[in-house]
């Protein structure tokens, strides 16, 4: 936990010495100048956690997954829920707040376009990937996701070893790198929140066709091959979903040129400019 864009390196220090409670008390500190800063928030709820302060950590967690999904930051949103249920697995209402944050959001859709579509939606229902899902088959697919968390220089997944899982960036920012017929590895883009990466080689049970690595603290959401097939069971056209998509951005003009030149045609939406590291 490094708070280094805060200029606080006393924090880090405390933090590293162990002394939760006195970094506690100094980010709070902090908080009374920038009340509504989100990742002094985030990292004092981070912290509370670590102290052993659940109650406490949830409590602010849950503030602020409500204030990202009510702005449209839904994947950060729902790594922020992640994080509650690691804290505490035994609590079977943090599953049905999920869903609410998914219902809220497909909701205001509704009122706004007289349509219950997810399609507009943000952040995790947003994406080309789930455009196509509705309300309760989007809710089976995110409560599958698992939370994982990179440092800088962390390799996520490696070109050529065997993919079972699509990822989705909920915040930081990752390097895509490609091998191109040279066999040189080269960066052929950057990918932000939003973004989502590994699903063409999961869906086809075979190897990865990219080298993914985390530029910064990165929280990812993960979604494995063994938990789609059980939301499968109960909505078979999720199946359908995914394959369609992987698919269709297989064989994508930015994914060729990856492959042929290892330059970055540069540009885009995240969500949308996501043709290499499948």
Not at 189 to 216: K, V, Y
Request: glycine share 8%; net charge negative; proline share 3%.
């Amino acid at each position: 936990m490094k708070l280094s864009w805060f200029r606080a390196p006393d924090v880090d220090q405390l933090i590293a010495d162990g002394k939760w409670d006195r970094a506690i008390r100094r980010l709070e500190g902090l908080l009374d100048d920038e009340p509504e800063n989100r990742r002094l928030r985030q990292l004092l709820g981070d912290l509370l956690a670590r102290a052993g302060r659940t109650d406490e950590a949830i409590k602010i967690l849950s503030r602020l997954a409500d204030e990202l999904a009510t702005e449209g930051f839904f994947a950060k949103a729902v790594a922020v829920v992640k994080k509650m249920q690691r804290l505490a697995p035994d609590r079977g209402d943090l599953e049905v707040y999920l869903a609410d944050l998914l219902m809220r959001q497909v909701a205001e859709d509704q009122a706004n376009n007289g349509r219950s579509s997810v399609a507009s939606l943000s952040g995790v229902a947003r994406t080309p990937l789930f455009r196509d899902l509705d309300a309760e088959e989007l809710v089976a697919l995110v409560r599958g996701l698992a939370l994982r968390n990179f440092a800088p220089g962390e390799i996520v997944f490696a070109e050529g070893e065997l993919g079972h899982s699509l990822m989705l960036l909920a915040s930081g920012t990752v390097r895509v790198y490609v091998a191109n017929d040279r066999h040189v590895q080269r960066e052929v883009r950057q990918l932000g929140a939003g973004s989502f990466f590994g699903e063409i080689a999961m869906i086809a049970e075979g190897p990865r066709t990219a080298t993914i690595t985390a530029s910064e603290y990165c929280e990812v959401l993960e979604l494995d091959r063994e938990t789609v097939r059980s939301i499968v069971a109960s909505h078979p056209r999720v199946r359908d979903v995914l394959r369609s998509f992987c698919l269709a951005r297989a064989d994508s003009i930015e994914e060729r040129r990856a492959r042929l030149t290892g330059i970055d045609n540069g540009g885009g939406d995240d969500e949308e400019n996501l043709a290499a590291g499948r």
